[in-house]
């Protein structure tokens, strides 16, 4: 009996660790529903993948299709449409390689942008510190 406690225990703490697996690959918490129901019942249709998940139908389409879209499953164009896993540890390190060239695009556009402005942020802050410059003095409170 106390088995049957400690393997819901490890399933429990293994779900959870796997949802902040699919977190870190930037996965929301219907795509991670969706994702981990793919991956275990192979291929499947998205009415299945809606009841399974708990993802609302109307919602269960687009989920899918930002799976796609990041490469980890894959859909077929028959009708109704299937749905299946990628092979995880080539899609994972796909979806690392994107997460990081995303990554340096945004910073570079920051960068660059950054570089372009801060000469006018200088100008604003050196006309502001001679107005204060000059305001400053000697006070005296009494």
Known sequence: ????????????????????VLSELGLNEYESRAYLTVLEAGIVVAREISDRSGIPYAKVYQVLENLIQKQLIIGDESRPKKFRSRNPKESFIE?????????????????????????????LFKTNKEDIDEEQGVWTIV
């Open 1 to 20: 009996m106390s088995n049957s406690i400690n393997k819901t225990s490890l399933d429990s703490e293994d779900k959870d660790t796997k949802y902040k």
């Open 95 to 123: 979806r690392l390689n994107t997460i990081e060239s995303d990554w340096m695009e945004n910073h570079n556009r920051r960068v660059a942008l950054i570089n372009r402005e801060v000469d006018s942020f200088e100008k």
